[in-house]
């Protein structure tokens, strides 16, 4: 049985690529470097932000003292407008609410812990009894390494096979099959499909409202090797 339901956060819980993709053209606009389509900038959020930059500032970010500089500054500004538009995807305040009884539930973000609280300041979200927030700087290593699932599920004191990882980013697909936790790759969010095909999910989940087939499906899962 599923004890333990472990949630990326934004393209999972929430919406919250036109923040991302705002501060981002912000650092890009005050930095006189080129603005890139907007498409371009969200797709590269499912990685997570440092990804993002890597991907989309590589030139940039070449350089040591440039990158720190950078990253800095785009904190800031996100930091500004985090729930400018960012919004809980249709379905997720009552589902947590209703998993909640029955689960254990956490979050493993690859966005700082401190902008993964203030993503969750939505009534409904806030007061859920999570296990543990973890956020990119939580501990010494983020997703794709295994440790930040190991952590939780040792805080919950549950197995890999009682657990799932539910993302819509490649590290979630990585980190789970690191950690030997089943996946559910969100088709919803902002990696391409084919691409979280390509890292084999347990299954799949096209909107949040579907949870509950997810558990379903979830109980004749063999434990993953």
Not at 50 to 60: F, G, H, S, V, Y
Not at 73 to 83: D, M, S
Not at 89 to 97: D, T
Request: aromatic residues 6%.
């Amino acid at each position: 049985m599923i004890q333990l339901i472990i949630f990326d956060l934004d393209g999972t819980l929430v919406d919250s690529a036109g923040d991302i993709v705002a501060a981002f053209h912000e650092l890009t606009d005050r930095r006189g470097l080129e603005r890139l389509p907007d498409e371009h900038v969200r797709n590269a959020i499912g990685e997570g932000l440092r990804a993002l930059m890597t991907k989309c500032l590589p030139r940039e970010l070449s350089d040591p003292r440039l990158a720190r500089e950078i990253d800095r500054e785009f904190y800031e500004l996100y930091e500004k407008r985090v729930l400018d538009t960012t919004r809980p995807y249709p379905g997720v305040v009552e589902q947590l609410q209703k998993l909640s009884q029955d689960h254990r539930i956490a979050i493993v973000t690859n966005k700082h812990e401190a902008l993964a609280h203030q993503s969750l300041a939505f009534p409904g979200l806030k007061e859920l009894p999570w296990v543990k927030i973890v956020g990119a700087d939580t501990y010494s290593e983020r997703k794709p390494h295994p440790l930040p699932l190991q952590e939780v599920m040792r805080i919950a004191g549950v197995q890999p096979q009682q657990t799932l990882m539910v993302g819509d980013g490649i590290p979630d697909m990585k980190a789970a099959q690191a950690a030997r936790v089943h996946s559910v790759a969100c088709t919803y969010g902002y990696a391409r499909t084919e691409l979280l095909l390509e890292h084999e999910p347990s299954l799949l989940l096209s909107a949040f409202t579907e949870f509950d087939r997810i558990l379903d499906q979830a109980k004749g899962l063999a434990p993953r090797i």
